[in-house]
T-cell receptor
């Protein structure tokens, strides 16, 4: 099983809403990632979790709050978003970060629209 | 700061032709990844290149890595319509803690 599962696939939310994106993998990977991708642009890293601890935060605004409840799950909590936050949010996982890392597997993404 | 550049950014080619996409990166790395993305979809892993001189082939696609020149190529042989997509290279950064993606090459194959 080389699958990373993201839910929901599509999400429309108002600027005052609170919502969460979910990501799950059962490959035993110990590193998980959130990327944001705007239309016609490459993915940009938001957060890295390594062994369930936040290891990289790419200066992401606090309206995005990541959470890693266990080694298989990664959440992204959203609050008071702006229309410019509309994008495809991609979750990924890999065996580890650092030396020995080989390949990152990406989920299908959540298409987020903020209205 | 690691920069990863691809060229061309856009490529329109006829079926049956050959072409090469180039990926240059600015800092030392001994590995590089290629991904494919269809419109509105996620990233599909194509190749994992783990050392200098690595060459991998899958169907009509072949990727190579020259770590001394900090250059990777993705060669397309006898293109078919199904290969139309955006192709990204990605390089590990920050002690391999994360991937930095190239600018992407949008490939359109014309019948």
């Amino acid at each position: 099983d080389t699958e990373v599962t993201q839910t929901p696939k599509h999400l429309v939310m108002g600027m005052t809403n609170k919502k969460s994106l979910k990501c799950e993998q059962h490959m035993g990977h110990r590193a998980m990632y959130w990327y944001k991708q705007k239309a016609k642009k490459p993915p940009e890293l938001m957060f890295v979790y390594s062994y369930e601890k936040l290891s990289i935060n790419e200066s992401v605004p606090s309206r995005f709050s990541p959470e890693c409840p266990n080694s298989s799950l990664l959440n992204l909590h959203l609050h008071a978003l702006q229309p410019e936050d509309s994008a495809l949010y991609l979750c990924a996982s890999s065996q580890t970060t650092g030396v020995g890392n080989t390949e990152a597997f990406f989920g299908q993404g959540t298409r987020l629209t903020v209205v | 700061e690691l920069k990863v550049e691809q060229n061309p950014l856009f490529l329109s080619m006829q079926e049956g032709k050959n072409y090469t996409i180039y990926c240059n990166y600015s800092t030392t790395s001994d590995r590089l990844y290629w991904y494919r993305q269809d419109p509105g979809k996620s990233l599909e892993s194509l190749f994992v290149l783990l050392s200098n001189g690595a060459v991998k082939q899958e169907g009509r696609l072949m990727a190579s890595l020259d770590t001394k020149a900090r250059l990777s190529t993705l060669h397309i042989t006898a293109a078919v319509h199904d290969l139309s997509a955006t192709y990204f290279c990605a390089v590990p950064d920050f002690g391999n803690e994360k991937l930095t993606f190239g600018t992407g090459t949008r490939l359109t194959i014309i019948p």
